[in-house]
Nanobody
């Protein structure tokens, strides 16, 4: 049974940084195609943020995240991270992680599981 617990969110000013963590239990991220961070802002559709492929650690980012966000992992801890720098008000959302089954999970935004999420608020 896939269980995910996200943490690390909070309230920051524009330009600030946060590091989100996603701890997986009951499974191994290595048994899945990869791990994804996605987010959902109030009144908006959910959108992918970043993906890390389990087999080789290759990473992918949505355009808004490139150059500001970094996805990484600790295989021993079965944990995925999202370092977010230069945060903007538009980054305000609840952030979730998911273990995806295949490339389509990232490309098509099919996130088969998630935790409770961790809220991020960026405001001056």
């Amino acid at each position: 049974q896939v269980q995910l617990v996200e943490s690390g969110g909070g309230s920051v000013r524009p330009g600030g940084s946060l590091r989100l963590s996603c701890v997986g239990s009951g499974f191994s991220f290595l048994d899945y195609y990869g791990a994804v961070w996605f987010r959902q802002a109030p009144g908006k559709e959910r959108e992918g943020v970043a993906c890390i492929v389990s087999s080789d650690g290759v990473t992918y980012y949505e355009d808004f995240a490139k150059g500001r966000f970094t996805i990484s992992r600790d295989k021993a801890k079965n944990t995925v991270y999202l370092q977010m720098n230069d945060l903007k008000p538009d980054d305000t959302a609840v952030y979730y992680c998911s273990a995806i089954l295949d490339w389509e999970g990232w490309a098509a935004g099919r996130f088969p599981n998630r935790g409770q999420g961790t809220p991020v608020t960026v405001s001056s």
